[in-house]
Every structure is written in structure tokens, then in C-alpha cells.
Antibody, heavy 122, light 109 residues
Framework: QVQLQESGPGLVKPSETLSLTCAVS?????????WGWIRQPPGKGLEWIGS???????YYNPSLKSRVTISVDTSKNQFSLKLSSVTAADTAVYYC???????????????WGQGTLVTVSS | SYVLTQPPSVSVAPGQTARITCGGN??????VHWYQQKPGQAPVLVVY???DRPSGIPERFSGSNSGNTATLTISRVEAGDEADYYC????????????FGGGTQLTVL
């Protein structure tokens, strides 16, 4: 059974870089599929941040593209998110998830990690 | 960018049928996926590729997609179905990107 677990600081200062890691168990990232990050501000809806293929190719939300970097470390079976120049608007629960497809075009997300709350505040 | 529109709320009595819509320009040409999110929990996939169900999802959950509207149908609604529901597509028209609808809160009366 595939499981994903987010980790990282729960508090980040404005203008700094948010860094999160998603550890994957029960499946080897190097075997394939896309891996994504989605966030949800408190009381609001879901927003896709970006996705990465196991080989390293990426797709980013155009509204966040200038600040986002997603990378994969197959040796540790994990992938990571970096979001630079954060503001209070970046406060959200951040989820990682798998997209069990090999070609982009019908990417759905299943399963999801439990999510981690990141608060941007000084 | 592509926009998905959902009603903010839908209410239904137990045992009845709930229909949650997701509107988008020619959405029938895309594959639509649906998620259920209960308070304090991560979203769970309930329908993918318009009408397929992941293993473990009851047959009461079904989906359809045509024209400018996709629909998630929940038959014989139970109290435990009360949750937020989100539709999602992958938009390949310009930049490849995932797009979520704004979400619909399902209330079981």
C-alpha cells in the first residue's frame, strides 16, 4: 500500500523559502508516475502547486511558477517542494500526492499524504 | 487559464440522491476526477476519468461528463457522505496544469 508523508517546518518567516519533503513508502518513485504538491489555505479550496515525473520533468502552476521548485530524490524515495519569497497568503495545509499516470493528460491524485500546516508569520 | 465552477453547497435528505455539478468550457472533452474531503482530513479520490471508481469506493458514487458539465452522483446518501467535494481536470490546452473546482459542501439533512 502506497503511503506518503509530508515533513518540514510548520512556521516560516515572510520573504523566506518554504521547504517541504514528501517521503514515499510502499512504492519506488523510480518505477514511474507523477508526484504532486497541492495546498489548501485555511477554510478555502484546493490549489495545485506542481507535479514532477520520476525522471525529473516538471509542471508548475503558472501563478506560482516563478517561486516554485519541485525536485525528486530517487535514492531516498522522496520528492521536495521549495517555495520562495513567501507571504501570509502562502499559509496553508500542504499535501503531497501521487498521480498514477505515465503521460500527462489525465492526471488524478491518489493517494494523498495527511498534509502539513505551514504558517507564514514573523 | 481553465476554470471549473461548482455550486458552493448542496443539501439532500438521507436515502435520496445528491448531484454535484462541475462546469467548464467543453469539459466533456476532458477527463474529470472527483475528491471527497471530510473536516480535518486529506482529500480522497472517489471517481476518476469521469466515471471510474477506485477500489474501496462504494458503487453509490458515480460520475458522468458531457458538454459543459460533469456530474458526481451519490445515490442513497448516508450521513457519512457529508463532506466537501472537489472536481479536478488536467488542462493541456496551454501549459500542462491541474485545475480544481472551488468545492461543494454536501449537507445531509
Amino acid at each position: 500500500q502506497v503511503q506518503l508523508q509530508e515533513s518540514g517546518p510548520g512556521l516560516v518567516k515572510p520573504s523566506e523559502t518554504l521547504s517541504l519533503t514528501c517521503a514515499v513508502s510502499g512504492y519506488s518513485i523510480s518505477s514511474g508516475y507523477y508526484w504532486g504538491w497541492i495546498r489548501q489555505p485555511p477554510g478555502k479550496g484546493l490549489e495545485w502547486i506542481g507535479s514532477i515525473y520520476h525522471s525529473g520533468s516538471t509542471y508548475y502552476n503558472p501563478s506560482l511558477k516563478s517561486r516554485v521548485t519541485i525536485s525528486v530524490d530517487t535514492s531516498k524515495n522522496q520528492f521536495s517542494l521549495k517555495l520562495s519569497s513567501v507571504t501570509a497568503a502562502d499559509t496553508a495545509v500542504y499535501y503531497c500526492a501521487r498521480s498514477p499516470v505515465e503521460v500527462p493528460g489525465s492526471n488524478w491524485f491518489d493517494p494523498w499524504g495527511q498534509g502539513t500546516l505551514v504558517t507564514v508569520s514573523s | 487559464s481553465y476554470v471549473l465552477t461548482q455550486p458552493p453547497s448542496v443539501s439532500v435528505a438521507p436515502g435520496q440522491t445528491a448531484r454535484i455539478t462541475c462546469g467548464g468550457n467543453n469539459i466533456g472533452s476532458k477527463s474529470v476526477h472527483w475528491y471527497q474531503q471530510k473536516p480535518g482530513q486529506a482529500p480522497v479520490l472517489v471517481v476518476y476519468d469521469d466515471s471510474d471508481r477506485p477500489s474501496g469506493i462504494p458503487e453509490r458514487f458515480s460520475g458522468s461528463n458531457s458538454g459543459n458539465t460533469a456530474t458526481l452522483t451519490i445515490s442513497r446518501v448516508e450521513a457519512g457522505d457529508e463532506a466537501d467535494y472537489y472536481c479536478q481536470v488536467w488542462d493541456s490546452s496551454s501549459d500542462h496544469q491541474a485545475v480544481f473546482g472551488g468545492g461543494t459542501q454536501l449537507t445531509v439533512l
